[in-house]
């Protein structure tokens, strides 16, 4: 029989068109078996509901379709893209048991609630439970809202940043940040230390209008604020672009050492921590209105009972769950604050207030003393439960609602970091790092500065590992200099998904050199380092062109600023910072950076020892 030419095109072969027949033909027995199979497997191991038409020459199946995934809500114009879309299902149910060196009863744990200083009788119950969520929700505003910009404290930078010339640009600097005696009357703080992040808001147009910037702020569309807290007690504000400033500053008069925070739900309220009781008559925290500059609030925790009574200091970044109008809060006396804000705002007038609500927890071990206590870390939020590390070298896991702790690790020296979470196949888990502090006596020696990866639920550690790092015990602490952990750890996303990143400081000697580690997340081995000739207090920063690809910023204690591939851990470019650019007192020494930046769409901002603050852009 001829082949039915209509089906293929001919061939000039007259044996060709009935070989590519065969060929056809049996390429389509070979598809439909195939797809035969898959529906016979599927309905077989899947459970498919099937009907099935016995009666029928041949039985026919129809299959139920499998229901389509919910898609993925399309970008807010303020949410941060490099945490967009959400990976985090947040979830702190768990059949799994705690580790068995995390159980607070087992070390004696003593703990005491009050609610508007009335002690609680039993387990407290909050009307509205506290819940945070994946921190690409974290801000209404484009911005950077806390010390490393949200609940989970895995970003300090915002929008993407293109690397093309791979250059870094000095761009702007402010140089009028001054000093203020500290307490002990021995020394002077000056400028901006650890951590002292600076913060980033694009404020609407309409709030702009009702807020008491200079005209030519107000008048500039789409204006980026930046708000940094100094040591001098003064808070300043301004221009991302320019380095003008926007505003006057708001004049605390006591220091700030830490990162204040802002409402992310665009509220123009700011939260304040003092660093040292050198000012007033409060040693605590503070809320200011950003509409006028104005104090709302003030909170001193001397009468709350603490076991450590004698440093109220907040040098911990809040977070506030907007929500439930929350803020949450640790304290250097031992305490864990929530406030209940009851804020009110009406963007069309710029009216602000709050009444707040406090919730004080306090607690001891049975290996502890009062004089231990204290919090510098600020806390890492997931779901119900906050993450911190206290200063008798506690990672402490705390129920939020509850206020009563689930688990509690001792780490193998003293952590002032903040620890960092992210969420794993639906688990959260924890990655921390120590200083060199408590391994040895007064002088100089050299010990481990410790990292390790914890389950959030559980306090399992999953991997730990360590870096010899040199430290300095004084005969007090204002003459210490501590080497190891003190700069943040990076989570790394996108196209170093794989990677978690460490600094480690006094790698060399003392005062001498610094290590930028990047480890994989699974194995906590070693990718690549980075080597650096002297140390670094400052967190490093990662940030992403739109291709996922990652980079790094490091500042170091001489000023200068190191920008690094993060997959590869290879150096672009570094440049050294300088003072009063174009004036007789131009010089670059003498310029400190021990606070931490931030990368906001391309201009990096960082404020130094030496009172400058620099903007620097990354092209």
């Known amino acids: 029989m001829e082949p039915d030419n209509s089906y293929y095109k001919p061939s000039r072969d007259p044996n060709e068109g009935t070989l590519t027949l065969v060929v056809v033909m ?283 009574s004698n440093w109220d200091a907040f040098d911990s970044s809040p977070i506030v769950d907007g929500t439930t109008d929350t803020l949450v809060w640790p304290c250097e006396n031992g305490m864990i604050y929530t406030f209940d804000l009851n804020s009110t705002y009406d963007a069309g007038t710029g009216a602000v207030g709050i009444a707040p609500v406090v919730t004080g927890y306090k607690y001891i071990f049975s290996d502890n003393t009062g004089k231990q206590m204290g919090v510098e870390s600020s806390i890492a939020c997931y779901g119900n439960y906050g993450y911190y590390v206290d200063n008798a070298m506690n990672l402490c896991c705390l129920d939020l609602n509850t206020m009563n702790m689930v688990w509690t690790k001792v780490l193998d020296d003293d952590s002032d970091i903040t620890p960092v979470i992210e969420e794993e196949g639906g688990v959260p888990y924890v990655y921390v790092g120590t200083e060199v502090d408590n391994q040895g006596g007064t002088g100089q020696y050299t010990g481990a500065a410790y990292i390790y990866k914890i389950n959030g639920l559980t306090g399992e550690t999953v991997w730990q590992t360590s870096e010899p790092c040199y430290t300095y015990n004084g005969e007090t602490s204002e003459s210490d200099q501590s080497g190891g952990c003190f700069g943040n750890p990076v989570v790394g996303k996108l196209n170093i998904s794989n990677l978690v990143i460490f600094s480690f400081s006094m790698t060399n000697g003392l005062m001498s050199g610094n290590k930028v580690v990047a480890y994989d997340k699974n194995l906590g081995t070693v990718v690549w380092e980075y080597n650096m000739n002297i140390y670094s207090y400052s967190s490093p920063v990662d940030f992403y062109d739109e291709d996922g690809n990652a980079y790094l910023v490091i500042c170091d204690s001489l000023g200068q600023v190191h920008l690094i591939n993060a997959q590869t851990g290879e150096r672009i470019a570094y440049i050294q910072t300088v003072k009063n650019t174009g004036t007789a007192e131009e010089t670059s020494s003498d310029i400190c950076i021990e606070a931490s930046p931030i990368v906001y769409k391309g201009m990096m901002v960082v404020g130094t020892t030496s009172g400058s603050v620099f903007g620097i852009a990354i092209s």
């Not at 990976?87 to 004696?108: E, F, H, L, Y």
């Not at 093309?164 to 901006?192: A, R, V």
């Not at 104090?295 to 009972?305: H, I, K, Q, T, V």
């Open 26 to 308: 049996t390429a389509l027995f070979v598809v439909l078996t195939a797809i035969l199979a898959i529906v016979y497997f599927r309905k077989t191991t899947e459970q498919e509901t099937l009907a099935v038409d016995e009666s029928a020459q041949g039985s026919a199946y129809i299959s139920v379709a499998t229901p389509t995934p919910s898609p993925v809500p399309p970008i807010t114009d303020y949410q941060n893209p490099i945490l967009y879309p959400e990976s985090a299902s947040v979830n702190t149910s768990s059949d799994a048991p705690m580790a068995a060196d995390c159980d607070p009863a087992a070390r004696g744990i003593a703990q005491a609630v009050s609610v508007a200083g009335v002690l609680v009788d039993g387990t407290l119950s909050r009307e509205q439970p506290i819940w945070f969520t994946d921190p690409v929700y974290y801000g209404s505003l484009p911005g950077i809202f806390t010390y490393r910009g949200n609940n989970f404290r895995n970003c300090a930078s915002y929008g993407y940043t293109p690397i093309t010339n791979g250059t870094l640009t000095q761009m702007w600097e402010y140089n009028k940040i001054g000093s203020l005696l500290s307490s002990s009357q021995t020394f002077e703080w000056t400028g901006l230390r650890w951590t002292g992040q600076p913060l980033v808001v694009e404020w609407p147009d309409q709030v702009r209008a009702t807020m008491n910037m200079y005209d030519s702020a107000k008048q500039q569309m789409g204006l980026t604020e930046v708000i940094i807290a100094a040591l001098d007690g003064k808070i300043y504000f301004f221009n991302l672009e320019t380095g003008e400033p926007t505003r006057d500053p708001i004049d605390v008069g006591a220091s700030i050492k830490g990162t204040p925070a802002l409402d992310p739900r665009g509220y123009p309220l700011l939260y304040v921590g003092q660093t040292d009781n050198n000012g007033g008559n409060t040693f605590g925290m503070y809320v200011y209105s950003l509409i006028d500059g104005s104090m709302l609030y003030s909170y001193d925790g001397s009468e709350d009972g603490a076991y450590r």
